[in-house]
DNA sequence: GTGTCTGCAAATCTTTTGCAACAAT
DNA sequence: ATTGTTGCAAAAGATTTGCAGACAC
């Protein structure tokens, strides 16, 4: 699927999640959706929606987006990333594979700030040592992985 | 080493970091210090540290907790926690051992809010595999896992 | 003495909320 | 018709900053 795509499907899956909870389908709420679907892969801050909504639906207002990641943090169509910049970022789940999401993790370049995603199971292993150890039943984690990218790592632009 | 002591090792090294770096050794500075010290692994807010150490040093101010905060950051004397509750935290750093702190993971208890940490080198594994497969060379990580603690398992408060 | 640090208050900045008008069912 | 949703503006709440006086060296 392209970018700029209306991705119907995902689209009519958002619609009946809605309806499901009795909540109601609006323009604002899809255009949200459109804007995060359209750029998979990108963590972007509230504000940086709100703009790129805008385009689209200018008027749309600030609250309507905060409210609305919200709602789609919620319903588990959106992930949360906090890179303690002052900005909390979101990113479209991953195709709504709810496993995946429990195993999708992040790689920041501490040069460009660029974020790569990847997966892994290893962590399985140690969460059942905790359990066995500790007594402590992991049942979500949160692993971020700072370092240099391959690109700035090319570039002698680390360590500066 | 019991709470409520003094610490004079630690202090004498803290202020020697200071004067090492052009800075100068005040008592707010030392009173802050020495309430992270007596909380290890406890895991404060700014506005918490300001409250103990007011009981000791009453005419301190909000801002200069914030400031001092953020040097003992920067000196690695004290590690940053983010439980995304919209307070950042911090610990005393793992006495002073880099490399400790390198592998200082939190597990979250999502009952009672309890927060342990543990230690594991499982993720160098995971690191070096990224560096092979995806040339992306980490540095520094930050894990977090959430659950269950024996505590509340025990007590069947999970899953409410 | 000189340059840094503190305390206060004001400013900043992201996110939340109250409310009247509006839109979806 | 009913109930949820929006947009606006104001509020909230954590953190920061400017500045004059105070302190460390």
Redesign the pocket.
Known sequence: MKIGDDMPENQDQF?NL??QN????????IAILEVLSNMPGKHL???EIYDYVKKK?P????????????LLSELNVIDKLNLDD???RYEIGMKNHKEASHHHHHLICLDCGDIYAFQDDLLETLEERIKDTLGFQVVDHEVKLYGHCKKCLGNSNHRI
Request: no cysteine; charged share 25%.
């Open positions: 619609k809605l309806k009795g909540l109601k389908v609006t323009t604002q709420r801050t509230a504000e639906y008027e749309i207002g600030l609250a309507t987006v905060y409210r609305t990641i919200q002052g900005y909390v």
